[in-house]
């Protein structure tokens, strides 16, 4: 490799575009866990997918690292520049190319953030629902296999990401999938490159599912006095049939902090926030036939959000989550776990996870998406305390395994970057070593996100 | 390769489920379309996933080829033996494994149809909705990434198969996906092999999503002066956000099919037949809405199909109208054609067929999936006629064009198998080599299915 050649090669190609700042260089280094901050050689800001393709040609011709990096607020350090190299900053490619209101779809570049399309959508009546709380961008949600609260009634980004433009390894475009609803036509190479983290090719353009604006929305809280019967209620309602748009759980531990920062008077109880979309009977009906459920479970407590404000105020309070933990904490960081079960184990890997913090004297608020059995333990470490890390670790680890025995999976909608890849080889088996056989052909010389969700000798 | 080592070797693995008779061959050589029978070497009838892997690994010794097959009914050869070797029959894998009612899922071997699996699940509330028409087997289908006239509402194989237990190309065995309803571990590998056409990997055991029986249902069909009143209905539908269950369109020319196949009275019009599932109160709310769109559109002629036997009766006659287009013409065979549009482009891709096929002088009744925006063209070519026949074939590549110009996909839902593989690289350009990279990371010596989809110098 000659990095200060290709360097040389970046800064004719980008000029000012290309930054080696020591800001830049740090901003593009750090990550939201406990990974050390790993900055790239320089940071590269394109702003057409030719400059892409050719600033990746560069890297190749010389063999150095290209990161893609979006907003920077995925969770298992899958942006940090791990082996050093270029850091390809998405944030100048942020426009929406074209909305097909007749077809429900939107071409955007990548580095458009979700509520910036949402914002340009508003005219429309329609909406790209997928919501991971952070304000990501659409080409990092892509890659990571972003979901969120709304993922039980809108699918996750597998579902919403009907095509892609995909710059190679080598430098070539090529372009996956098409404008049709569906397609039988050879291998699912858009379903490949979601999930993908960066490391089988950048993406520059994505063809996403629209979704008309519900005619009627309504949303509430309520609270139960155990956590069993928030999960049966949940069970209840899906098999049920009950169409939820958003259905999320919040732990005691995460209630008593939400009041804490927000000034609720949550009780101090395990709690559901839901929400439904629809026509205005159905929606009505739908949240009837819940508040039954509820009340058949024990829940009480009820609330409506009726007002557009009020439900503003709990999304957003349910979206602050994680920095109203972290904050409970001061001086700490957090390690956040990600598990997804079948609905029938959530129940059990509720109540065994909460047992196992309880006894390991951590604080680990529980809260997630449970209608799609995904929930998030928040393990709030103290800075530089290294056996409370290792704890947090260990119990993370004993998380996945309860995960893989109960038929889940170590990660719901995180992905695996740097933290999860040695839980990789217990999850996947030998189908972990087919990721890396598509990755040796799709990358041959490893210079895409190295070091990151496959294992592929260097 | 040496045929018969590998086929000693096969017959001491399954004694009398290995068939040389000439009937076996014979039926495992033939298809549903216009290619010529190519039958393979042997067939093996294996009951383990053990047997399969064993069958394969003895294959891939001898470099000979191995096929699977589920119930033929694919309509571009895909299971035929350009090759000979080895058909990999998988009649006697039809067993459910496992229904989990709690999680919506099925374990299923692959053998097992989906008419098997839904009268299996009949008494739990339950159904698998995937409905190619055909009672293709599960294993099948998600090699082809069937959908059929339930898409519009439950989406196709790429959103119904969880996981997959699949056979690789040197005899392992690797498990994809969880029982978990979303994961962001790697890469997709369900969703490569969905789609795969048995060219990576033979499936061994599908994890199935389901879905609860409807409360509710209603259907009927409505005649339309103009084709483009019936599919300015099925956008303003898709547009309001009613939620269709089935949407089809069949043209004037299957109308006076059906009737004369079915002794029904049809205006000889086009026509949309419809479905709608839910709550009794929203399925009716659905069907009086879908109801006062048809009005606006100047639709006429509604008939609800209110018992389940009429119900029943306007399925029988949608799913059999392929062989009674054939019949229509003594002594022709069917050439299907596939396109799927961007529903804004679905007017107009009908029209210009319509135009086209009206031109050439050959019959070529339309129907579709048009909720998906999906529609064949069935081009009826005496049997042995060869200029009727290079007609069609013009038509047919005529028709992918368009498709492509439109935005769209030359296969919707058939898949590529031999019949289509010339249209590839017209379709993907590039992206179509990086399946042929893939091909060949997972079947270095290009054992499985060889011959389809992809092209890899042999
Ligand atoms: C408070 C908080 C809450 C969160 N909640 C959720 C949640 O509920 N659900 C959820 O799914 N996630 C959640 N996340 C995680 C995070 O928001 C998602 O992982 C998101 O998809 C990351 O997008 P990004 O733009 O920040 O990507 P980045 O972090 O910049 O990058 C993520 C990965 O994608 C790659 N990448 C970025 N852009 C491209 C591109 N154009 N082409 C190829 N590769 C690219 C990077 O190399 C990296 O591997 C949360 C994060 C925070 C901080
Ligand atoms: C009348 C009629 C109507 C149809 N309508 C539709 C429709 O509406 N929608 C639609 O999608 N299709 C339709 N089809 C096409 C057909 O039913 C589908 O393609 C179906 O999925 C094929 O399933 P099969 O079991 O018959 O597979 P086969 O034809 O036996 O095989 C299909 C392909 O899958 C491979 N394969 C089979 N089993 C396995 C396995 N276990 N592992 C790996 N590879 C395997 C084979 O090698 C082959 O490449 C129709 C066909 C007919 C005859």
């Not at 920077?72 to 929406?96: K, P, Q, Y």
């Not at 858009?190 to 089988?200: K, W």
Request: proline content about 5%.
């Amino acid at each position: 490799m000659s990095r200060d050649a290709a360097l040389a090669e970046l800064q004719a190609l980008l000029g000012p575009r290309l930054s080696r700042s020591a800001g830049d260089l740090a901003d593009h280094g750090r990550n939201e866990t406990w990974f050390a901050p790993m900055p790239p050689d320089a940071v590269a800001f394109p702003e057409t997918t030719a400059e892409v393709s050719a600033l990746v040609a560069i890297c190749a011709r010389h063999g150095l690292p290209v990161i893609g990096w979006g907003t920077g607020t995925s969770l298992e350090g899958h942006a940090i520049a791990l082996h050093g190299g270029v850091s390809a900053d998405f944030s100048r490619m942020n426009r929406v190319i074209e909305v097909r209101p007749g077809d429900l779809q939107a071409v955007v570049q990548p580095g458009l953030t979700r509520e910036g399309l949402n914002t340009e959508l508003r005219a429309t009546g329609l909406m790209f629902p997928i919501d991971p709380g952070a304000n990501a961008s659409l080409g990092g949600m892509a890659a990571t296999r972003a979901s969120g609260t709304t993922a039980v009634r809108y699918g996750t980004m597998r579902d919403n990401v009907m095509a892609l433009e995909v710059v190679l390894a080598d430098g070539r475009v090529i372009r996956t999938g098409s404008g049709a609803r569906k397609s039988a036509s050879g291998y699912d190479l858009t379903g490949l490159f979601v999930g993908s983290e960066g490391t089988l090719g950048l993406i520059t353009e994505l063809t996403l599912k629209l979704h008309g604006q519900p005619e009627a929305i309504t949303a509430a809280v309520c609270a139960f006095d155990t956590f069993e019967a928030a999960v049966d209620t949940v069970m209840a309602t899906i098999q049920m049939g009950i169409p939820m748009a958003r259905i999320e759980f919040v732990d005691e531990t995460t209630a008593a902090i939400f009041n804490a920062q927000n000034g609720t008077r949550l009780p101090e109880k395990p709690h559901l926030m839901v929400e439904f979309h629809g026509s205005a009977t159905s929606a009505a009906e739908d949240a009837q036939r819940f508040g039954e459920v509820v009340a058949d479970m024990g829940g009480a407590h009820f609330d409506w959000a009726t007002t557009v404000e009020d439900r503003n105020r709990l999304w957003k309070m349910r979206h602050g989550a994680y920095p109203a933990c972290i904050a409970s904490r001061p001086g700490c960081m957090g390690l956040v776990t990600d598990i997804c079960v079948p609905m029938s184990q959530l129940a059990k890997a509720v109540a065994e996870t909460r047992a196992d913090i309880a006894a390991s004297g951590l604080p680990g608020p529980i809260l997630g998406h449970v209608g799609d059995g995904n929930f998030h333990a928040i393990l709030l470490v103290e800075r530089g305390n290294d056996d409370e890390l290792k704890t947090a670790k260990a119990l993370a680890r004993r998380m996945a395994e309860r995960a893989l025995g109960l038929g889940g999976t170590m990660t719901g909608e995180h992905g695996v970057g740097m933290g999860k890849k040695d839980l990789m080889a217990m999850e996947h088996g030998e189908a972990w070593e087919v990721m890396a056989r598509i990755k040796r052909a799709l990358d041959p010389d490893g210079i895409l996100n190295p070091g990151k969700l496959v294992e592929v000798a260097q």
